[in-house]
């Protein structure tokens, strides 16, 4: 009987540290890293601190920055600045939810700046702990650095937990300018009505930007075509119309922000002094970045608490020390 009740506690408290872990991209030591040379890392669901002051690991990314730039630190996936991507993590314990950040460091981890933050439902709560239930999508800075950035995923997870891995990606020059530099933004749309128009059929009757419909004689001559234009009032209530829907359907979204102007990622629960909420919300970020994916609300969202204001650092070195939770 002895057994069988220490046998049944020590599954217990295997289920309670172990969590979700970064599986696409593929982070460093992992045992899905098709460039691992040595034993995988048995530990990279857990979370930092998981496992009393003798078990700490390195932050940032338990310490495998040093792997960059050998052949154990090869990229395991290629994204292109600006493209729309996803990834994905997978476990044993998806812990019903919590807040993760995303990001990427273009100086070998001395910054991790933001690349989109998930405030609530991360890991998705009611999708199992499979990386196929478990994917999320973000949007590659479009000025982010080319070549081999290191990508990092945070995830906390309600009971003051901080989880962090990292991995090698290799970004490509976008297919398309960077808004910042006016092509194809809006800056470039400021021409005239009429150069701004756009056919509407085969023959000379066009359609400016502003909903005004034009005739022109062939060839085009701006002088001499005929426009008729919604009333005033009717453009400002299309134009609120249009708002409206754009509210309903885009996540929470605002103008482009250089990459070396986001936020640091946020980095809580590891000796520094800032704390997470515990089991009542989820985190919200006090600074999200500029893109930013709203939960489903089941969680009140709360900031942290205490001093959040420095970038992550370990309190001490794995035997003496105390990591500030209550």
Not at 141 to 155: H, K, N
Request: net charge negative; glycine share 10%.
């Amino acid at each position: 009987m002895r057994t069988t009740i220490a046998l049944a506690g020590a599954l217990l408290a295997t289920h309670a540290v172990a969590h979700m872990q970064l599986v696409y991209p593929a982070p460093f030591n992992a045992s899905n890293n098709p460039y691992r040379t040595t034993p995988a890392d048995p530990y990279l669901q857990y979370p930092y601190d998981c496992c009393g002051p003798n078990d700490r690991w390195a932050y940032p990314c338990r310490g495998y920055l040093s792997l960059l730039g050998t052949p154990q630190g090869e990229p395991t996936a290629t994204w292109e600045a600006g493209s729309a991507q996803s990834w994905n993590i997978s476990g044993i314990g998806n812990h019903y939810g919590g807040s993760c950040q995303v990001g990427f460091s273009t100086d070998r981890g001395e910054n991790f700046r933001v690349a989109t933050s998930y405030e609530g439902n991360c890991p998705h709560r009611n999708n199992g702990d499979g990386a196929e239930g478990q994917d999320f999508e973000l949007t590659v800075p479009s000025d982010l650095e080319v070549g081999v950035q290191v990508f990092a995923w945070i995830w906390y997870n309600r009971e003051q937990e901080f989880n962090m891995n990292c991995a090698a990606v290799n970004i490509t020059a976008p297919s398309s300018p960077s808004p910042s530099s006016g092509y194809g933004s809006a800056a470039s749309s400021s021409t005239s009505v009429a150069t701004a128009a756009a056919p509407t059929s085969s023959g000379s009757t066009y359609k400016t930007a502003n909903g005004c419909t034009c005739t022109c004689d062939s060839p085009v001559d701006i002088a001499t075509c005929t426009c008729s234009c919604p009333s005033t009032a009717k453009r400002q209530e299309e134009q609120v119309h249009h708002k409206r829907q754009q509210t309903a359907t885009t996540t929470a979204t605002s103008a482009f922000v250089a990459y070396t102007d986001r936020p640091l990622m946020l980095v809580a629960d590891d000796g520094n002094g800032c704390l997470t909420p515990k089991s009542t919300a989820e985190v919200k970020y006090p600074d999200p970045g500029p893109e930013v994916v709203v939960g489903d609300g089941l969680y009140p969202l709360a900031l942290p608490s205490g001093n959040c204001s420095g970038v992550g650092t370990q309190a001490y070195d794995g035997s003496t020390g105390n990591d500030e939770h209550p």
